[in-house]
């Protein structure tokens, strides 16, 4: 457990600190356990953000006791963060070999396993912004003030930020792990667009993703 919790950390750290260096490391021997527990970490913070916001149990009538909530959460959440991980990593490594890449798939999950280190910062950043701000007053153009207009606009730039450096990851994944050039880089991000965009739409729709006023 410690050589897995040392392995995350570095991924972390690396990703946050030294993203060329981490990738390099990972093409050449890819931290596996650092990857699947790094991709863990997020699954556990969206399970226990959604149980104990009350978002797993149904509509209508009483929701189970928090314990039950609190599991139920953790499987869905555990099921939905690995299902949408191993998809997208699966999906940018059947392009890359398309494209001419000699990865392997082992390497290529650990490498977008790596990119969810952005994600973390970024859920996190979401969670502290719904305790800073109460999502009533901004979701109401009626209760809307310059502060809440201001607190949206430094949001939004923060997302932007790590949307950027999602990508950041991904040109790394393609390029250092994938060994594409430029123009295959291009290539695969064209192909790999829709796809992204696709599950953005879905989770705009299924109130996955709720950004203020957005």
Do not use: N
């Not at 919790?5 to 093409?27: C, H, K, N, S």
């Not at 997020?42 to 226990?48: G, M, W």
């Not at 994600?119 to 979701?139: E, I, K």
């Amino acid at each position: 457990m410690r050589q897995v919790l040392r392995q995350v950390w570095a991924l972390f750290d690396g990703v946050a600190r030294r993203p060329l260096e981490t990738y390099e490391r990972i093409a050449v021997e890819p931290p596996v356990a650092g990857g699947f527990g790094l991709v863990g970490l997020l699954a556990a913070a969206v399970a226990v953000v959604c149980g104990a916001a009350g978002r797993v149990g149904g509509p209508g009538g009483p929701g189970p006791p928090a314990a039950s909530r609190l599991a139920l959460a953790l499987v869905w959440g555990t099921a939905g963060v690995f299902g949408v991980y191993l998809a997208a990593g699966t999906a940018v490594w059947l392009t890359a070999r398309a494209l001419g890449s000699r990865a392997t798939r082992t390497a290529v999950l650990t490498a977008w396993a790596a990119s969810y280190t952005p994600t973390l910062v970024w859920f996190a950043g979401l969670v502290l912004a719904h305790v800073m701000a109460r999502p009533s007053g901004l979701s109401d153009p009626a209760a809307l003030s310059p502060a809440p207009l201001v607190f949206q606009a430094v949001f939004l730039a923060f997302s932007l930020a790590v949307f950027l450096w999602k990508l950041l990851c991904l040109y790394l994944t393609l390029r250092v792990v994938g060994e594409l050039d430029f123009r295959r880089i291009v290539i695969a991000t064209v192909v790999l667009a829709p796809f992204a965009l696709g599950y953005w739409a879905l989770g705009v729709h299924l109130g996955w993703f709720k950004v203020p006023l957005l």
